[in-house]
Antibody, heavy 124, light 107 residues
């Protein structure tokens, strides 16, 4: 059974740093595309970052240069290092596994499994 | 970045109604459009991928259509458990942007 369990959220002051972890079971993180998606209180979903199975990473403009996605293959765990945190980073952060579909030479990815989310609150 | 715009932002309907939600992309995304359902306090759940492919386990009353820039999600006969917020998302290119959501409420 696929499971994703996020930890590491909490209250942090503006300008501070936090590292989120996402422990995966039931599949191999390094063989899949993995993402972080966040949701500010009462707001919609915002895609944050993705790490491809080959190791390439991409970020939303809102976090580029401040957040880093990574994984530890030995621990089957995904991470999100968040630096220079701002009030607008306050959100529930979801870890997500992407399923890859290919047809006729074209491929795309969709989130097929989500973690339960971890709340990050940036406030003084 | 590709912008995704959903309409309406909210919708009131009754059990048994047929409901349609639309999603428009700021540029062509072929058929790389996904729909998710989210209930309060829960993670989203994938309903449809590639515009019209129903995810396993999702009831057949849900259907999707469209290509290019205009897409629709249709619920043929609303059930009580369908009242939730629905999001579209493009997976054509990073960043994989979401629409702002459509909240479906009981009339």
């Amino acid at each position: 059974e696929v499971q994703l369990v996020e930890t590491g959220g909490g209250l942090i002051q503006p300008g501070g740093s936090l590292r989120l972890s996402c422990a995966a079971s039931g599949f191999t993180v390094s063989s899949n595309y993995m993402s972080w998606v966040r949701q500010a209180p009462g707001k919609g979903l915002e895609w944050v970052s993705v790490i491809y199975s080959g190791g390439s990473t991409y970020y939303a403009d809102s976090v580029k240069g401040r957040f880093t996605i990574s994984r530890d293959d030995s621990k089957n765990t995904l991470y999100l290092q968040m630096n220079s945190l701002r009030a607008e980073d306050t959100a529930v952060y979801y870890c997500a596994r992407l399923e890859r579909y290919c047809s006729g030479g074209s491929c795309y990815s969709v989130v097929d499994y989500w973690g339960q989310g971890t709340l990050v609150t940036v406030s003084s | 970045d590709i912008q995704m715009t959903q309409s309406p932002s909210s919708l009131s309907a009754s059990v048994g109604d047929r409901v349609t939600i639309t999603c428009r992309a700021s540029q062509s995304i072929s058929s790389y459009l996904n729909w998710y359902q989210q209930k309060p306090g829960k993670a989203p759940n994938l309903l449809i991928h590639a515009a019209s492919s129903l995810q396993g386990g999702v009831p057949s009353r849900f259907s999707g259509s469209g290509s290019g820039t205009d897409f629709t999600l249709t619920i043929s006969s609303l059930q009580p458990e369908d009242f939730a917020t629905y999001y579209c998302q493009q997976s054509y290119s990073t960043p994989y942007t979401f629409g702002q959501g459509t909240k479906l409420e009981i009339k």
